[in-house]
């Protein structure tokens, strides 16, 4: 793999992380469109595990909620909305190596790229520099969010299972009715319908997303 661009050097370490070896910088910040053998994929699924026992330990130790609100909290916290939101707050989007039709997709500003971006970053972080040094940087990039309101409110999904039983209603049923777009920019349409109430169709980034975007359209509009 080619070095590090300097200005993407100086990115990483602007935002505390230290670099060392090119390469896994460079692999943690390339998508699979470019046709590298190396991308980041691999350093996403360790930073995904990363960044949730740094978030769950957060919360463990400043939070006296149940184990139910803390894992609201951290299914919000660690969601790939979240961590795309970090990734773009911090400029990730000028620094991704993608295909030219991936970025001419928009893959760039992807919430399903961005998102697996950031867990690169900090999987790449945790090879390099080990658990202590990436906890402190999550610590850092996630400070606004963990004092904000993400996850506090019931989960949409929760809500709508609750209203359903306390109407003396089937429970909600969910149905993927159409998936758009290419791999890296995927759309996916969800029905959430209640027998003998109606039904609400949602569409976004991920199933999960549209599942969570169509339970709270419904309950806006029947509850």
């Known amino acids: 793999m080619a070095e590090l ?27 699979g469109s470019t046709g590298d053998a190396r991308n980041y994929e691999r350093l ?5 595990r990363v960044l949730g026992l740094t978030i769950a330990d957060w919360l463990f130790t400043r ?32 620094h991704v190596r993608l295909g030219r039709q991936a970025r001419d997709d928009g893959a760039h500003d992807s919430d399903n790229v961005l998102g697996d971006i950031m867990e690169a970053l900090l999987g790449a972080s945790f090879v390099e520099n080990g658990f202590e040094a990436t906890r ?10 963990i004092e904000g309101k993400a996850g506090r409110s019931k989960h949409p999904k ?18 993927v009715v ?9 759309k996916f349409t969800v029905r959430v319908s209640v027998k003998n ?27």
């Open 5 to 31: 661009e300097p200005a993407t050097r100086e990115w990483l370490e602007a935002l505390g992380f230290t670099v060392r070896q090119d390469d896994v910088w460079l692999e943690a910040l390339t998508h």
């Open 44 to 48: 996403e699924f360790l930073g995904d």
């Open 63 to 94: 939070n006296g909620g149940s184990e139910g609100e803390l894992a609201q909290r951290l299914n919000a916290l660690v969601s790939r909305q979240s961590c795309a939101e970090v990734a773009r707050r911090t400029g990730a989007p000028e």
């Open 136 to 145: 402190d940087i999550v610590r850092t990039l996630w400070a606004d969010m």
């Open 158 to 175: 929760s809500a709508l299972q609750e209203w359903a039983a306390g109407n003396r209603r089937k429970p909600p049923e969910y149905q």
């Open 178 to 186: 159409a998936t758009t777009g290419p791999d890296h920019a995927r």
């Open 197 to 223: 109430v109606g039904e609400v169709e949602a569409t976004a980034g991920g199933k999960q997303d549209a599942e969570t975007k169509a339970a709270r359209a419904f309950m806006e509009k029947f509850a």
